[in-house]
């Protein structure tokens, strides 16, 4: 079989419901690369929200941040950073409606109040550290992307006041802020371009909303059977849920296993 280069999302997908990785999990992984595959992750968590796991699997190509930034064997190919004065304008419009705010970079994130149950609750199901306070991490560092912390309702009055900006909800309490028109699909298309793989020797497992367009993209797509059901609308395959060794199935259902 010719080498083929795997993506996986973490969070519902490399990742339990309890933020473990399954052993079937990392046995098939391992199993891929001795086989002579490509294997790297596609998430919208930042990089040093999942150095661990790179670590444990040695995987050292990732795209993150949604697409946002895109990493290729240890080196950073694509940086999209968030428009100066929109962020500026955002942080007054969020100060205006007391909704609290992250800024994040490839390196760190910290928050713009002290505290606030929000940022705790939502971060909190990441099973990571909770960030720190520096109201101005913003100034002279290039903001990947910026966590809102809102209901789904009251997102709507920022995506009609910033063009410049998409917001892909993660949590009830949150959504990720992420400059216009990136994706998952086109960090994937970065690093097959990068690596020289063609359409159909790719392959991406996914299962949530910020999902959708990297399973429409790739050729060789494949959903969660814990995935939302447009997630799963949107693949051309569909695999067990990730507490039923899902990845493991899904990669012999494909004959790569």
Not at 14 to 23: A, F, G, T
Not at 29 to 42: D, P, R, S, T
Request: proline share 3%.
């Amino acid at each position: 079989m010719s080498q083929k280069l795997i993506f996986f999302d973490i969070d519902g997908t490399l990742y339990d419901e309890n933020k473990q990785l399954p052993m079937s999990t990392k046995n098939a992984i391992e199993a891929l690369k001795k086989q002579g595959h490509y294997v790297a992750i596609a998430t919208g968590r930042a990089p040093f929200l999942f150095e661990d796991l790179r670590d444990e699997l040695g995987i050292h190509t990732y795209v993150c941040f949604n697409g946002s930034y895109v990493v290729v064997e240890g080196e950073m190919v694509s940086k999209k950073t968030l428009d100066r004065n929109s962020l500026e304008a955002l942080i007054d419009f969020a100060d205006q409606k007391q909704h609290p705010l992250v800024f994040m970079d490839h390196e760190d994130m910290k928050t713009n109040v002290e505290s606030h149950p929000h940022i705790e609750e939502s971060m909190g199901t990441l099973k990571c550290y909770q960030p720190g306070h520096d109201s101005s991490y913003f100034l002279n560092r290039d903001i990947i992307q910026t966590l809102l912390f809102c209901s789904k309702e009251e997102e709507v009055e920022y995506i009609n006041a910033f063009p410049k900006f998409d917001f892909v909800r993660w949590h009830p309490l949150s959504a990720d802020i992420l400059p216009v028109g990136g994706s998952k699909a086109k960090g994937v298309e970065v690093v097959m371009t990068k690596l020289g793989f063609v359409a159909e020797d790719v392959y991406a497992f996914g299962d949530g909303l910020n999902d959708i367009e990297m399973l429409q993209a790739v050729v060789n797509s494949v959903a969660m059977g814990n995935a939302h059901e447009e997630v799963k609308n949107a693949a051309k395959h569909i695999t067990k849920h990730v507490d039923e060794d899902g990845i493991e199935y899904g990669l012999k259902m494909l004959g790569l296993l």
